[in-house]
């Protein structure tokens, strides 16, 4: 287990470095992270209670992405993926709604979006940028969360 939590941290860095460098993530990191991410809650949660958590996790990223294309469409006419969301960030996402039972993905998924803004609105200051690195920002925000949980005594990522 702590192997495959080794292995999603690395994969957030890479995914995080290049996304930040880039702002492209290579394609093969995705299904990599997400095998990673869902066999490690499978083997903490057990494949039933896995498969009720990603059922409901993947419906909340489908009503949060079908919301933000709505208001990307139609509210500021603007082209979806690719121009205003990456495809990266989209499919960070749903890998992401795969690795955690569902009020451990909420909290992750409220704290990673705030992290994000808060680090853009630095980055914006100092670097000039113009676009987010979402997907490797919310990595960033996972890696510490996930080596924060090695601590001991700290509570599981994987309680439900």
């Known amino acids: 287990?702590?192997?495959?939590?080794f292995l999603s941290v690395f994969g957030y860095g890479i995914m995080a470095y290049q996304d930040m460098r880039d702002r492209e993530v290579t394609w093969v990191l995705f299904p990599l992270l997400g095998t990673c991410l869902a066999l490690t809650h499978i083997l903490?949660?057990?494949?039933?209670?896995?498969?009720?958590?990603?059922?409901?996790?993947l419906i909340l990223i489908t009503c949060m992405v079908l919301l933000l294309w709505s208001?990307?469409?139609?509210?500021?006419k603007k082209s979806f993926l690719n121009v205003s969301f990456g495809l990266g960030d989209l499919l960070f996402?749903?890998?992401?709604?795969?690795?955690?039972?569902t009020m451990t993905f909420v909290y992750l998924m409220v704290g990673s979006l705030l992290f994000s803004l808060l680090a853009f609105l630095l980055m914006?200051?100092?670097?000039?940028s113009q676009t987010v690195p979402l997907a490797g920002l919310m990595g960033l925000?996972?890696?510490?969360?996930?080596l924060?949980?090695?601590?001991?005594g700290t509570?599981?990522?994987y309680a439900y």
């Open 93 to 101: 996402l749903y890998i992401f709604a795969m690795g955690f039972p």
């Open 1 to 5: 287990m702590f192997v495959l939590q």
């Open 71 to 76: 208001i990307t469409t139609f509210g500021f």
């Open 124 to 128: 914006k200051l100092v670097l000039q």
């Open 141 to 146: 925000f996972l890696i510490a969360m996930t």
């Open 44 to 57: 903490q949660v057990g494949f039933s209670v896995f498969v009720h958590a990603i059922v409901i996790n």
């Open 155 to 157: 509570p599981s990522l």
């Open 148 to 152: 924060l949980s090695w601590v001991p």
